[in-house]
């Protein structure tokens, strides 16, 4: 089991979370929270968003937070495409600042050893994403870039 913990800051807006993963880094469960929010999702064969069954999520292997870039590495891990490769996904999306869960056809092509290609399949949003060599997203054009490391 993997467990990731983050807190990001958007403005006003601060969400806190921890996403749960299995060994194979398929998403399991999810809790976010914001100064007046809880969201839980769980994925255990069938898809829960705070404890009510989601039918229309039954495609969905994959979440997909607006506000974090951390889930764009789990269908990258997931998936290992070979350079020129491409496969389709289904995520539960949640959107910000509502919270709103929804599923999302996404497409992920990958175009060089560290470069790929995020696409939305129900909308024209794309983007080439660059990740390190475990797949975490480094440079994300016009939404996020990492901070450098400083050795401590």
């Known amino acids: ?5 983050s807190v990001v800051v958007d403005g006003e807006q601060r969400y806190a979370y ?7 880094w398929v998403f399991r469960a999810l809790s976010v929270r914001t100064h007046d929010r809880r969201l839980d999702i769980a ?13 229309d999520l039954a495609e ?26 491409a496969a389709e ?16 056809p996404q497409r992920y092509t990958r175009i060089g050893d560290r ?11 794309s983007r080439e994403v660059t990740v390190d060599g475990e797949g975490f997203v ?4 016009g939404l996020y870039t990492r901070a450098p490391v400083e050795p401590s």
């Open 18 to 24: 921890e996403a749960t993963l299995d060994r194979d």
């Open 138 to 141: 480094l440079d994300y054009p």
């Open 60 to 85: 969905a292997v994959d979440i997909d937070l607006a506000f974090s870039p951390f889930t764009n590495t789990l269908p990258i891990r997931r998936l290992g495409l070979a350079i020129g490769s």
């Open 115 to 125: 470069r790929y290609l995020y696409e939305s399949l129900d909308s024209d949003f």
């Open 1 to 5: 089991r993997l467990a990731a913990r």
């Open 89 to 104: 996904i289904v995520t539960a999306y949640v959107e910000v600042p509502s919270l709103r869960v929804s599923p999302d």
């Open 43 to 55: 994925h255990h064969g069938l898809w829960r968003v705070d404890g009510q069954p989601r039918p």
